[in-house]
């Protein structure tokens, strides 16, 4: 085969590499769902399950939280939530554990799920606080054990 041929071949490969790319990815969608009783967590339950592409329906009624697995879009999950009348969001909590800290607790958390806050963007004054520190400050300090290897 020559340099043409290798060319083609390879360009056949890149090509042939982007039809595939519409295929829908399998993902977890989170959302929070209002469900007071077993009746509401039936309904949206099969109204999800219904749904083409998904795997699974997980539901925690005691966090208003409903999770689907499978080759799904999120914006489809959350139309076919609300089309059942519950009040239902994106997942809007994160783990208290993954937010930068310090961390102002805001007057809405209190809603959050116990060891969860709400997924908000810090504000400018909480990121000015956050101290910037030179991984280079620190290479040969004293009070760095693996300072320096070659003393």
């Known amino acids: ?30 959302l929070k769902v ?8 039936l309904k949206v339950k099969n109204a999800l399950s219904s749904l083409s592409g998904v795997k699974s329906v997980e539901i925690n009624r005691k966090q208003q939280k409903v999770t689907v697995t499978g080759y799904v879009e999120a914006s489809k999950v959350l139309k076919k939530a609300k089309s059942t009348g ?12 993954l937010v930068a800290q310090p961390y102002i607790a805001q007057a809405y ?5 116990p060891g969860y806050v709400r997924n908000v963007e810090q504000t400018a004054i909480t990121a000015s606080v956050t101290k910037y520190e030179d991984p280079y400050m620190n290479m040969f300090s004293d009070d760095n054990p693996n300072a320096c290897s070659i003393m």
């Open 1 to 30: 085969m020559g340099v043409g041929g290798t060319l083609e071949y390879l360009s056949d490969l890149v090509g042939s590499s982007h039809k595939h790319k519409k295929k829908k990815q399998l993902q977890t969608v989170e």
């Open 34 to 41: 209002r469900m007071d009783c077993d009746g509401c967590e």
């Open 86 to 97: 519950k009040k239902a969001e994106i997942w809007p909590y994160v783990p208290y554990s």
């Open 109 to 113: 958390d209190k809603k959050a799920p």
